[in-house]
């Protein structure tokens, strides 16, 4: 398998930082601020290979770090050291070197992230399909009528009816505007797709829509996808490999079915045993 | 042994429990050897162990001691006691497979597309799929009304051979089984061993438990005998 996202040594600290921050930090000192400047250690070299076509769990409790991760490799935050390669297209892109309108145009063209919540991925104040259009724009589609055609197309795909495109999607559920921001995010054929906590806080029905639509999606296009969740069954029907995560720190790493039966680490065994 | 595709050596499972700080031995010692077309029943009381070998085997458990030689349809060598997981992943696509004692499956699919699912994942177009898997939905007698509706709703002895009709369809080269003859009428069993010698016949090699000794008889070429006392002495 051929990779398609290595992460090395990822940090982030928030707060002056000093020498000592990654050292009395961590799960094995129960906490994320540095004693010494009271910086917050959010993610602490992280690293992490993601496959062409893999789908791959991120999970933990919140205030674990999974997000800033991810945010980091939409480019929503800067990291403080570590890198990232993004091999795309016969190229290694070195995400955090690149200068902000490369970030910027591989951000728009050849990725896409689903927030957990839809007012971040989603411009609320032009319509559905206009959601949709905008990011097409970017990625210089240029005639309205196939930009209109494309958009309808998505969003039969993700299941939001045609009728309602030319709506604004803060008149639209929760499941709705999920749904929205999943088109727009697929509507590029971006290979990498990065799902922050999608499902959370949705109607149990409504989840598991969203989760087939994902996985339905994913294996029609191979799109690989990181997929951040504090919900084991999320991971479970979405995930072949998963990662956990705790004060920043990756503990443990495996097969998911693995991760779920037979976790290593103290805190996964904690983790799983409080599944309802 | 060039005909071997699959060696145990050795192996051994115990779980750490963080919790209460405790070793707790599920299995030890295991050794067998297995060729295409054969299967190796393991039989022992409850506890001895048997499902957490078998999941030792599919890397569900991670192996605390010894080997799992598998020979792929490369011709090379892997111990999936300690391959990386994308080698394994890769396997379990296209290999091995293995049959749950339970069904789980989203309560959402009908049951033509539950057992057409993981051809699909390969890569099978849907037409081809959904013809082998209503293939094998009739060698198992399921009623082909219930094809549409969700194994969800179906008793638990149909529900096993929806699972049995799934793994089946995508077949490998070597199935683990726990338990498919469990909670199956007579007509099913019989039903269900025919696929097994089927899939013996055509090179399957599969390690199993079952707990009718009237299919082990049947059915194994190498027996595995795992024995509670064994951890009894050892602790």
Known sequence: ?276 | MTDTILSVRDLGKSFYIHDRAKHVPAAMGISFDLKPGQLAALVGPSGAGKSSLLKAIYRTYVPSSGQVLYRAATGGIVDLATAPETTITALRRAEIGFVTQFLHCLPRLSTLDVVARPLLQQGVARPAAHEKAARMLAALAIPQQLWDATPATFSGGERQRVNIARSFTQGGRLMLLDEPTASLDPVSRENVCAMIEAAKAGGVAMVGIFHDMGVVERLADVKIELRRKAFEDAA
């Not at chain 1, 400047?37 to 602490?44: E, H, I, K, W, Y």
């Not at chain 1, 032009?126 to 097409?136: H, M």
């Open chain 1, 1 to 276: 398998m051929k990779p398609i996202l290595d992460v090395e040594n990822l940090t982030r600290i928030h707060g002056p930082g000093c020498p000592a921050c990654l050292e009395v930090t961590g799960p094995e000192h129960d906490t994320n601020i540095c004693r010494h400047c009271g910086s917050v250690v959010a993610v602490a070299d992280a690293s992490l290979r993601l496959h062409k076509g893999e789908v791959l769990g991120i999970m933990g409790e919140s205030g674990s770090g999974k997000s800033s991760l991810v945010k980091m490799l939409y480019f929503d935050d800067k990291p403080t050291s570590g890198r990232a390669i993004f091999h795309d297209g016969g190229q290694a892109h070195d995400l955090f070197a690149l200068n902000e309108a490369q970030q910027l145009r591989l951000r728009d063209m050849r990725m896409g992230m689903v927030y957990q919540n839809p007012s971040l991925g989603l411009n609320f104040d032009i319509s559905a399909g206009g959601n949709i259009a905008e990011r097409l724009l970017m990625s210089d589609e240029l005639s309205y009528r196939a930009i209109r055609a494309k958009a309808t197309a998505l969003l039969t795909r993700t299941e939001v009816t045609p009728a309602r495109m030319d709506e604004l999607p803060r008149n639209f559920s929760g499941g709705m505007q999920q749904r929205v921001q999943i088109a727009r995010a697929l509507s590029t054929g971006a290979p990498l797709l990065l799902l922050d906590e999608v499902t959370t806080g949705l109607d149990l029905s409504v989840q598991a829509r969203i989760l087939d639509l994902i996985m339905e999606l994913q294996e029609v296009t191979g799109v690989s996808m990181l997929v951040v969740t504090h919900d084991l069954g999320v991971v479970r029907h979405l995930t072949t490999r998963t990662i956990v995560m705790k004060q920043g720190r990756i503990i443990e790493a495996g097969l998911t079915d693995q991760i779920l039966e037979d976790p290593q680490a103290a805190y996964t065994q904690q983790l799983v045993s409080s599944a309802l």
